[in-house]
């Protein structure tokens, strides 16, 4: 799957701040007693809740280091050791522990071990900042139409982070020179668009490359490795069919544990959630003695509407009434909607519409369908979307604008819904469970 190799990186730098947990720590159990490994299972759980915060608090950015200021570097570190100080200090509290029972709750120990362990931190990083910086790794080479060589600039650049492919036209491009081409652009692989002209010499010529050792792929294959999305610009006016999702499949063991995860995750969450959906309902009751809740016609599972269910964050329209766009700073949001909408509490009703089977907890987001007939009108490919069940939280919702307020954030937003139904997994569902989580806990909305 491309969503995988960049987690790669994070999964090894947070390898190597385990590895400083443990060193940081043999290093002050030279010259301090007691033991500081004793027991060994405490020790191993500190290294894990270093290693958690880091990636709450955003210390494993590990794409952007070559653009991240050191000063923000060195901020997320000592965030992440705060935290980490004050969780095990409460703890001890909290649990009667103190520092003769557990050597490292001593804060001259404790502040030595994070001192020690942040500068550890930051050294992995620096280094991993200087590869990222000297490595000179082999561009992708992209054989494109002009036409589509100014959409393929145009998405790139919306990713500025990704290393754009050099890009060839086809009158440029012989295929009885394709080996030395490629070879002499230091190319990894070759990126074919659509509508690229098919001959014998073509055929040739892509098959001597891949003897070569360079990968063939097509443009479509190219957006989901490096921009973990699927511009619907980018993509052949007949591209995809329902039978060729993996969720098509209706007796699918993963469709069936989705759909299992849904119920035995949501009936829960909403027992729990009934006292703190009371409180929040008499708050926004109190505002402007407004109906609590919001009910809204959305568009479901091909195409088939069906009631979805909020809390209230805005001031009340007329039965019926179409909602536009909500842009940033919105002033129809009322003042415990807008606290609402950044810890995304209001969405606590729509439980119910998952234990329905109307929604899952992770989908593509439903929308309005008068909002859904314009965008389908202007954007291809756009109600490929409702192929799958939506959902609370989203590939979209996690790494595009979680409140597209203009066509071309729709645009954006319907990439990453497309690249999730043509690569959903369960692996990718709990992907973006982990980083709906983090985003919760930042309060900023997905």
């Known amino acids: 799957m491309p969503w995988r190799n960049p987690r790669k990186l994070l999964w090894a730098c947070s390898g190597l701040d385990l590895v400083a947990v443990l060193a940081s720590l043999a290093v002050i159990n030279c010259h301090v007693e007691p033991d500081l490994w004793h027991p060994p299972h405490v020790v191993l759980g500190v290294g894990f809740l270093y290693c958690l915060y880091a990636w709450l608090f955003g210390a494993y950015t590990l794409l952007r280091w070559p653009w991240l200021k050191l000063r923000l570097v060195m901020q997320r570190l000592l965030f992440t050791a705060i935290a980490t100080m004050l969780t095990m200090v409460v703890s001890g509290w909290l649990f009667g522990v103190d520092a003769e029972e557990l050597s490292l709750l001593n804060r001259s120990v404790l502040l030595e071990w994070l001192s020690l362990q942040t500068a550890l931190a930051l050294a992995s990083r620096l280094l991993l900042r200087w590869i990222s910086r000297t490595s000179t790794r082999p561009l992708w080479q992209l054989v494109a139409a002009p036409e589509h060589q100014r959409e393929v600039i145009r998405e790139w650049q919306r990713n500025p982070f990704v290393r754009p492919p050099r890009l060839l036209t086809p009158s440029k491009f012989e295929p009885s020179l394709a080996v030395e081409q490629v070879s002499r652009g230091r190319a990894v692989g070759l990126a074919l668009a659509p509508n690229i002209p098919s001959s014998e010499s073509w055929s040739l010529a892509l098959e001597a490359l891949r003897a070569r050792g360079v990968m063939v792929t097509t443009l479509e294959e190219l957006a989901q490795r490096q921009l973990e999305r699927l511009p619907p610009s980018l993509l052949p006016e007949r591209w995809l069919s329902m039978p060729d999702l993996p969720w098509s499949n209706e007796f699918s063991l993963q469709r069936k544990i989705k759909r299992t995860a849904d119920v035995l995750f949501s009936m829960p969450l909403l027992v729990i959630a009934l006292p703190l959906m ?96 314009q965008l389908a009108a202007k954007i291809p490919h756009y109600l490929k979307r409702y192929w799958m069940l939506p959902g609370l939280s989203g590939w979209a919702q996690v790494c595009g604008p979680a409140y597209p307020a203009t066509l071309e954030e729709s645009e954006l937003k319907l990439s990453y819904d497309l690249y999730y139904i043509r690569n959903w997994t369960l692996q990718l569902d709990f992907l973006i469970f982990a980083k709906t989580f983090k985003t919760l806990l930042k309060f900023r909305g997905v």
């Open 278 to 373: 009371a409180c929040l309902g008499l708050a926004i009751w109190l505002e402007d003695r407004g109906p609590v809740f919001y009910v809204q016609s959305r568009t479901g599972w091909c195409g088939r509407p069906f009631q979805l269910y909020k809390l209230r964050t805005m001031r009340c329209v007329k039965p019926g009434m179409p909602t536009p766009w909500t842009s940033k700073n919105d002033a129809r949001v009322t003042r415990v909607g807008a606290w609402l909408r950044r810890t995304r509490l209001d969405e606590l009703p729509q439980l119910i519409n998952v234990l329905r089977g109307e929604m899952s907890l992770i989908g593509p987001r439903p929308e309005q369908p008068q909002m859904d007939d």
